[in-house]
C-alpha cells in the first residue's frame, strides 16, 4: 500500500553579517563576523571578547550613536535596523566589579564606621569619656543606624534584584567614600561626651517617624522584587499592592527613595545634629537625579504611564 510521504523542509543556514566595531573617534577595534540579525547585542559583545581577550561583555558599552545611550544587552540586532556592514560605536567601561559587592561594602563600612565612636576611644575624646553618661537619644541611634545598615545588608543579599551584574571598580572607592565618611563625621558628633540631646518628646517623633520609614523603603523594596522574574531584566510599570506602605506609588515614580529622605529627615530630627542633616540634603540630592531619570524612563517605556511626581508627592 502506497503511502505519501511526508512534505521536507528545506534548512538554510543564517545569512551571517559583518559588524564593524570602532571608537568614538572612528579609530577600528574589530569586525565581528559571525552574528546574524536575529543575534543580540550581548552575543556581539561575546564575540568582541573572543578577540580581545581582557574584556568581559560586562565590561564593553555598544551604541549606535555616538550620543546615544548604550544598548541593552538583549536587544536583537534586527530591531536597531543593523545590516551587513553596519558600524557600532565601542567604548570599555574600565575594570568592573559586581553590585551585590559594592552594596555589600558600601553598608557595611557604615556600621564599623559609626559604631566605632559608639565606645568613646581615649584617643579621640579622652581618658575619662567612656565613664561619662550617655543620653538615652545616644542609645537609640545607635540602634537605629545599625537597624538601617543591617536591613540594607540583608536586602542586598535577598531582596534585590540587579538589571546590570556589575559597575565600574571606580564607583566602589566613590561610593563608600561618601557613605563611610559620614558614617564617621555623624557617629564623631552623635557619640561625644558633650553631645547636647533634644527633648524625650523630639527624640520619640523621630524615633517613630524613622521605623515608619524604614518599614516603608523595605515593603517598596520588597514590591519592586516581585515586579522581576528572577534572572531577567523585565520592566513593569509599579503599583500599589495589598501592603498599605506600597499606596505611595499612586504620587511618585520612586517611593524607595521617598521613605529613604524621610528616614533621615527623621534621624536629624531625633539626634538634632547638624552633621545628619548634611547627609539627609546630599542623599536628598542625589536620590532627587536617580528619581527623575527613572520617571523619565518609564515615561519613555510605558506610553499609558499613570501620571505620577518622581520622590516628592505633588513637588517633584
Known sequence: RWHP?????ASFPKATMKINIVTKSGKAVCSVSDVDANSTVLQVKRSIQKQKK???PDRIALKAEAKGKALKSDVA???LGLGDGSTLIFKDLGPQ????????AEYAGPLFCYMFFYPRPAFIYGDDAASMARAQVVEVAAACWS???AKRILETLFVHRFSNNTMPLFNLFKNCSYYWGFAAMIGYFVNHPLYTAPSDLQMQIGLGAFIFAELGNLSIHVALRNLRPAGSRVRKIPYPTANPFTLLFRFVSCPNYSYEVLAWTAFTLMTQTAMAGFFMLAGLFQMTQWALGKHRNYRKEFPKYPRRKSIIPFII
Open 147 to 149: 537597624a538601617h545598615y
Open 77 to 79: 540586532l534586527s530591531s
Open 5 to 9: 510521504s511526508k512534505p521536507v523542509r
Open 54 to 56: 581582557g574584556l568581559s
Open 97 to 104: 566589579i559586581g553590585w551585590a559587592t559594592v552594596f555589600l
